[in-house]
């Protein structure tokens, strides 16, 4: 073994300190927008139009931030939750489309994955093949066509147009057949061997096997259809439909307090399923990549 000396044991030890400090820096700067939405929503619209009447307003002159507001309240809160009957109507449109979603991609994504790894039939590669490049294509690509089919089906307008269309995404089929894959191949044909029906082995072993990438399908599948805008801007003409992440848009720069409220109410939904499903997004996240 390579023993330090004196002056290097000193050196690597202040090279720690830096990186710890450069590293807690970068965090600070990483939720200093969050602390900024955090106070904000604290601030009464008085104190905001007080301190902040240069940026609202749009004049050149220089504004003034303060972290803690003088007489902190929860008023923003308060009005969004129980005098806006607006931000509930959206916040359960968002529940709704969200939970249909996720639902879908469950019942039909799952099943998809557990085919393309359990079993081997013609074709099996060229269509997997079409779904990763289907993945690939972002949503400017496939709205148009999207679009004419929803048209010709009389949805758009309805949530079923923003739903449908997710629900056969096939970004948690590529998800959860890297978790499948890892499953030997011979345990599968000991339980047939045993006398197990197909959906038995998917059931009982399949799926308790692929935990962790089917949970990580679905808190990523959260995360990026609670933010959603495109989707619902494209399809849904009907304000009343939409989901809460169009609401923030609509609120003006007189309510910057109410405005920063609602984002940390959408923040802390977010936050509360990334906590609950942490590791097992990160195992399901590795195991897929280890697998690939």
């Not at 927008?33 to 940026?55: N, V």
């Not at 048209?151 to 739903?163: G, Q, S, W, Y």
């Not at 949970?215 to 009343?240: C, H, I, K, Q, T």
Request: with cysteine.
């Amino acid at each position: 073994m390579v023993r330090l000396k004196g002056k290097d044991k000193v050196i690597g030890k202040n090279l720690d300190f830096i990186l710890i400090f450069i590293f807690i820096a970068l965090g600070v700067g990483f939720c200093m927008p969050l602390l900024i939405l955090f106070f904000g929503s604290l601030a009464d619209q008085t104190e905001w139009t007080g301190r902040m009447q240069a940026l609202l307003l749009g004049s050149q002159d220089y504004i003034e931030w303060q972290w803690i507001p003088d007489f902190p309240t929860l008023e923003n809160y308060r009005d969004l939750l129980f005098y806006t009957p607006q931000f509930l109507i959206l916040f359960w449109n968002s529940i709704k489309i969200v939970t249909c979603i996720l639902l879908g991609q469950m019942l039909i994504g799952t099943p998809s994955a557990w085919a393309f790894a359990a079993y081997e039939f013609r074709g099996r590669k060229f269509l997997f093949s079409l779904y990763v490049i289907l993945m690939l294509l972002p949503f400017q690509v496939t709205m148009l066509s999207k679009y004419l089919v929803l048209d010709r089906m009389n949805l758009l307008n309805t949530h079923a147009a923003v739903i449908l269309p997710a629900v056969f995404s096939t970004f948690p089929v590529f998800l959860i057949y890297r978790s499948f894959t890892g499953i030997p191949k011979e345990l599968l044909e000991a339980a047939r061997i045993d006398g197990a029906g197909e959906i038995q082995i998917f059931a009982m072993i399949g799926l308790p096997l692929a935990q962790s990438g089917i949970l990580a399908a679905f808190v990523l599948g959260f995360l990026e259809y609670w933010n959603m805008m495109e989707e619902p801007l494209a399809f849904l003409r009907d304000a009343s439909l939409w989901p809460l992440s169009l609401y923030l848009p609509e609120i003006g720069v007189e309510q910057a307090g109410r405005a920063c409220a609602a984002s940390m109410i959408v923040l802390i939904i977010s936050l509360f399923i990334f906590a609950i499903f942490k590791d097992s997004l990160s195992k399901g996240i590795v195991s897929s990549a280890l697998k690939g």
